[in-house]
């Protein structure tokens, strides 16, 4: 059965902290994986991943594919009280569309 | 502003009514989905709709059923649920696969409470 494990499922840290977050997968044909931030509304966009060991940057966050080993993690350096969000993991399994299955998310709650 | 907009945000409804959420993407993208989003489970996958053709119905009950008139239109007309249907429902749309995997952009989504 395709699945996807995000770990932890919860975390508080300090502002100025540094966090990983991790997914790790199995499905029976991966073709991509997708980090989404979730505050109260849509999930936002973050990173799409098809290639192992290639680091994705956007500012404080960076993320990075081991298809080896079946994970990613999702990195956020310097964390602000608006890092504090759901983070959804999600890996396409096939089909002829992007047929996602998402892990059930990991809450980051930044405290000042 | 995400470029999805769903309507309604919030909805209440007995198990007998029928209804119907609304989703317009303004991304010019040609692929669109319904995710149902539960207390405590993952987003779930329920349709996918590639330049307006069903390509993924993924085992959700006849109570839901989906339209898509065009690219930019998707709906989900609702009829006789039941109290656990009750959930964030979010439309999402992309670009079509032909050119390789492509990030899916998620509307609000509607709060759907039955009575």
């Known amino acids: 059965e395709d699945k996807v494990v995000q770990s932890p499922l919860s975390l508080v840290v300090h502002e100025g902290d540094t966090v990983t977050l991790n997914c790790s997968y199995e499905?029976?044909?991966?073709?991509?994986l997708l980090w989404y931030k979730q505050e109260k509304k849509a999930p936002t966009f973050l990173f799409m991943l098809t290639s192992s060991g290639i680091e994705k940057k956007s500012g404080r966050l960076s993320s990075i594919l081991d298809k080896k080993e079946l994970f990613s993690i999702l990195n956020i350096t310097a964390t602000q009280t608006g890092d504090s969000a759901i983070y959804l993991c999600?890996?396409?399994?096939?089909?002829?569309?992007?047929?996602?299955?998402f892990g059930k998310g990991t809450k980051l709650s930044v405290k000042p | 502003e995400t470029g999805v907009t769903q309507t309604p945000r919030h909805l209440v409804m007995g198990m007998t009514n029928k209804k119907s959420l609304k989703c317009e993407q303004h991304l010019g993208h040609n692929a669109m989905y319904w995710y149902k989003q539960s207390a405590k489970k993952p987003l779930e996958l329920m349709f996918v709709?590639?330049?307006?053709?069903?390509?993924e119905n993924n085992s959700v009950p006849s109570r839901f059923s989906p339209e898509c008139p065009n690219s930019s239109h998707l709906f989900l007309h609702l009829h006789t649920l039941q109290p656990e249907d009750s959930a964030l429902y979010l439309c999402?749309?992309?670009?079509?696969?032909?050119?390789?995997?492509?990030?899916?952009?998620f509307g609000d989504g509607t709060r759907l409470s039955i009575l």
């Open positions: 709709y590639n330049f307006k053709e069903q390509t």
């Open positions: 999402a749309s992309s670009q079509d696969w032909s050119g390789g995997p492509q990030p899916q952009h």
């Open positions: 999600a890996v396409d399994y096939g089909g002829s569309q992007g047929n996602l299955i």
């Open positions: 499905v029976t044909n991966f073709r991509s």
